[in-house]
Antibody, heavy 121, light 109 residues
Framework: HVQLVQSGAEVKEPGASMKVSCKAS????????INWVRQAPGQGLEWMGI??????SYAQKFQGRVSMTMETSTSTVYMEMRSLTSEDTAVYYC????????????????WGQGTLVIVSS | SYELTQPPSVSVSPGQTARITCSGD??????AYWYQQKAGQAPVLVIY???KRPSGIPERFSGSSSGTMATLTISGPQVEDEAAYYC????????????FGGGTKLTVL
């Protein structure tokens, strides 16, 4: 069965970097996009970016501060974010994204369990 | 940057119909998707490509889109449908670049 298992919670100091992993299993890893979505405490969902073997696109807000990579040998996606501030305190989710023959999303059908990242001095 | 606008809250009685709207300038050209999120849980896809329902989602959930507005309709909502609902779509110029609406808290009285 399909699973996305994320790395554990982290506490970071302001100015530091974070790297969250998302290990996929139960499907052909390279046939799907992976999106990253975050949710600050008590707030809504925020789309951060998408990655697949052929593409990566980031929300304008995170351009230059976020990078997403895919390691096909281990079916793992990584999301790294630099120069953290307290406003980056959030739960970070990865989500599988099937797409049709035109490359359009069919919706995020499986989600990781979420990784809580707290940025605090 | 592109934005999707939702009402913050909607309240409905179990026998009524709940409608949650989502407005965005690119919706005439781009699909809308809807996610349900209950407290402490990851979101769940309930509608994709404007009006398609994933397997396992009850028939009382339906979606539509007209012009710059997409609508999630829940016919005869149950108490367990009480949750936050988020619309999602993509930028008109880059179909990989996504955006969520601010979310709507549905209360079933």
């Amino acid at each position: 069965h399909v699973q996305l298992v994320q790395s554990g919670a982290e506490v970071k100091e302001p100015g530091a970097s974070m790297k969250v992993s998302c290990k996929a299993s139960g499907y052909t890893f390279t046939n799907y996009h992976i999106n990253w979505v975050r949710q600050a405490p008590g707030q809504g969902l925020e789309w951060m970016g998408i990655i697949s073997p052929n593409t990566a696109s980031y929300a304008q807000k995170f351009q230059g501060r976020v990078s997403m990579t895919m390691e096909t040998s281990t079916s793992t996606v990584y999301m790294e974010m630099r120069s953290l501030t307290s406003e980056d305190t959030a739960v970070y989710y990865c989500a599988r994204d099937p797409f049709d023959s035109s490359g359009y999303s069919l919706g995020f059908d499986y989600w990781g369990q979420g990784t809580l990242v707290i940025v605090s001095s | 940057s592109y934005e999707l606008t939702q009402p913050p809250s909607v309240s409905v009685s179990p026998g009524q119909t709940a409608r949650i709207t989502c407005s965005g300038d690119a919706l005439p050209k781009k699909y809308a998707y809807w996610y349900q999120q209950k407290a402490g849980q990851a979101p769940v896809l309930v509608i994709y490509e404007d009006n398609k329902r994933p397997s396992g989602i009850p028939e009382r959930f339906s979606g539509s889109s007209s012009g710059t507005m997409a609508t999630l309709t829940i016919s005869g909502p149950q108490v367990e449908d009480e949750a936050a609902y988020y619309c999602y779509s993509t930028d008109a110029s880059d179909h990989y670049r996504g955006v969520f609406g601010g979310g709507t808290k549905l209360t079933v009285l």
